[in-house]
C-alpha cells in the first residue's frame, strides 16, 4: 500500500513537472511572439518618424527662395509679409545686423513661430494621448501636418504660407507621441535601442530632406506660377503615406486599463502652458516625489542645453558667411556634416579646421545628450504618464528654440562672435555638471 502511495506521488510530482514545463514554455514563446510584436511596432515607428523628417527638413533650404518668391509679389503692398517684413527691419537697426542677412532672420522668426506652437501643443497632446490612446492623437496631429503641405501647395500669397505652417507647427506634437509609443513598446533592456533607431530617423531625415529641398530650389524657376507647388506636393505626398502607414500598420500600444482618466478645465489648460508647471511637471500623473525631482531637473537641464544650442546653431550661418564668405552651397554642406557628423579635409592649421572640428563635436554631442535625456525622462514615467512626461519635455525644448535663435542673434550683433560663442560654450558646462549630479535612483 505504502508502495502504490509512493509511486502516486510519483507520477504527481511527474505532472507537475511537466505541466509546469509546459506553462513555461507557452509563456517563453508568448514572451518572444510579444517582442517580434513590439520590435515590429519600433520598425513601423521609425519609418512613420523617417517620413514625417523628410518632408519638414525639405523646406529648410528652400526658405530663402520662397521669401525672395513673395517678395516679388507683396514687396510693395500692405499685408503680413510687409508687416513682418518691417519687424525684422526694426531688428536689424537696433542690432546692427547687415540687411544681406534679411532672409536668414526672416526664416528665424517663422522658425521661432512653428516651434512657440509646438511648445503650446506637445503637452497637451501628450496628455490626452495618455488618456484616450497613443494612435487616435498620432493621426490627428499626422492629418493636420497633411493638411499644411495642402496649404502651403496652394499659396498663391505670404499669408497663406503663413498659415500652413501655423497648422504644421500646432500639429508637431506626432514626435513627442511617437517617441512614448516607442517606450510603450519597449522594456529597460530594449528601450536604448528603440530611442537609437528614433535618434537615426532623425539623422536620415536631416540629410536626405534638406537635399532634396536644395534639388527642388536648384530646379525650380521663381517666375513659373505657384513656385512652392511642387516641393509642397511632394511633403503631401510623404504625409499622405505617413498617415495610411498609421492607420493600417501601426496598433495602439496603451491598453484601455493603463490610461489615465483625463477632466480638462482653463486652469488644467493653462498649466499644461505654463512653463513654471511645465518645468514641475505637474501633468504627469502618479509620480513619487522623487520621480517628479528627477524630471523637474532633467526638464531645467534639456531647456538650458537647446537653449544655448538653437542659439548657437543659427547663428553659425551668421559666422560662416560674415568670417569666411560661406556661400548658401557651402553653407549646405555644412549643416549636413552637422546632421552626419562627418568632417572634410581642410588646409591643416587653417581657421577652418577649428570650425569644422567644433561642429563636428557639437553635432555628436547634441545627438547623444538629447536621446540620453530623453530616455531618462522615460524611466521616470509610468506607461500611462509616459505621453505626459514626454509631451512636457518636447515642450520644454519647443520654448527653447523659439526664444534661443532670437536672443543669440541680438547678442551676435551686438557684441560680435566672439563674445556670442565664448558665452555659450561657459553655460553649456551648467547643463553637463547638472546631468552629472542627477541621481535618478
Known amino acids: 500500500m505504502d508502495s502504490l502511495e509512493t509511486n502516486g506521488e510519483v507520477r504527481q510530482r511527474k505532472d507537475k513537472k511537466y505541466e509546469i514545463s509546459n506553462t513555461s514554455e507557452k509563456d517563453l514563446k508568448t514572451k518572444d511572439e ?14 512613420s518618424l523617417l517620413l514625417d523628417l523628410l518632408a519638414f527638413t525639405m523646406i529648410l533650404p528652400l526658405l530663402p527662395s520662397l521669401l525672395d518668391y513673395y517678395d516679388k509679389k507683396e514687396g510693395n503692398s500692405n499685408t503680413i509679409y510687409t508687416w513682418l517684413l518691417h519687424a525684422i527691419q526694426r531688428f536689424q537697426k537696433l542690432t546692427g545686423a547687415p540687411d544681406r542677412f534679411s532672409s536668414v532672420l526672416f526664416g528665424g522668426a517663422l522658425g521661432s513661430m ?21 494612435k487616435p492623437m498620432l493621426l490627428i496631429c499626422l492629418i493636420g501636418i497633411a493638411i499644411s503641405h495642402g496649404l502651403w501647395s496652394y499659396a498663391s500669397t505670404f499669408s497663406l504660407f503663413v498659415l500652413a505652417r501655423f497648422i504644421g507647427g500646432l500639429s508637431k506634437a506626432n514626435v513627442s507621441l511617437s517617441m512614448a509609443v516607442v517606450t510603450d513598446a519597449s522594456n529597460e533592456k530594449t528601450r536604448a535601442r528603440g530611442m537609437a533607431l528614433v535618434g537615426l530617423a532623425f539623422s536620415i531625415g536631416f540629410i536626405v530632406g534638406p537635399l532634396a529641398g536644395a534639388w527642388f530650389a536648384k530646379n525650380t524657376d521663381l517666375s513659373s506660377g505657384l513656385w512652392g507647388e511642387r516641393p509642397a506636393l511632394y511633403a503631401l505626398s510623404l504625409s499622405l503615406a505617413n498617415v495610411a502607414l498609421v492607420t493600417f500598420f501601426i496598433p495602439e500600444t496603451l491598453s484601455k486599463d ?14 499644461f502652458i505654463s512653463p513654471w508647471h511645465l518645468l514641475r511637471f505637474t501633468a504627469v500623473k502618479n509620480l513619487t516625489a522623487h520621480q517628479n525631482k528627477v524630471l523637474s531637473r532633467l526638464g531645467l537641464i534639456y531647456f538650458i542645453y537647446l537653449f544655448i544650442y538653437s542659439g548657437l546653431e543659427f547663428t553659425i550661418t551668421f559666422l560662416t558667411h560674415h568670417t569666411f564668405g560661406y556661400t548658401a552651397m557651402q553653407q549646405g554642406k555644412m549643416f549636413l556634416v552637422i546632421a552626419f557628423a562627418a568632417v572634410q579635409r581642410p588646409p591643416i592649421f587653417s581657421p577652418l579646421v577649428w570650425l569644422w572640428a567644433g561642429l563636428v563635436l557639437f553635432a555628436v554631442s547634441t545627438a547623444f545628450a538629447v536621446s540620453c535625456m530623453t530616455a531618462l525622462a522615460t524611466t521616470q514615467a509610468a506607461g500611462a504618464g509616459r505621453g505626459a512626461a514626454l509631451g512636457a519635455l518636447r515642450s520644454l525644448g519647443a520654448l527653447a528654440r523659439a526664444a534661443g535663435p532670437l536672443l543669440a542673434s541680438a547678442v551676435y550683433w551686438c557684441s560680435g562672435a566672439a563674445t556670442t560663442y565664448t558665452i555659450g560654450s561657459i553655460v553649456l558646462i551648467l547643463p553637463a555638471v547638472m546631468l552629472v549630479k542627477l541621481k535618478t535612483h
Open 34 to 47: 510579444k517582442n517580434k510584436s513590439n520590435g515590429k511596432v519600433i520598425g513601423l515607428i521609425f519609418v
Open 114 to 134: 512653428y516651434s512657440f506652437l509646438q511648445f503650446l501643443t506637445s503637452p497637451i497632446v501628450g496628455s490626452l494621448s495618455d488618456a484616450y490612446g497613443r
Open 258 to 271: 493603463k490610461r489615465t482618466p483625463l477632466s480638462l478645465s482653463l486652469s488644467k489648460a493653462i498649466d
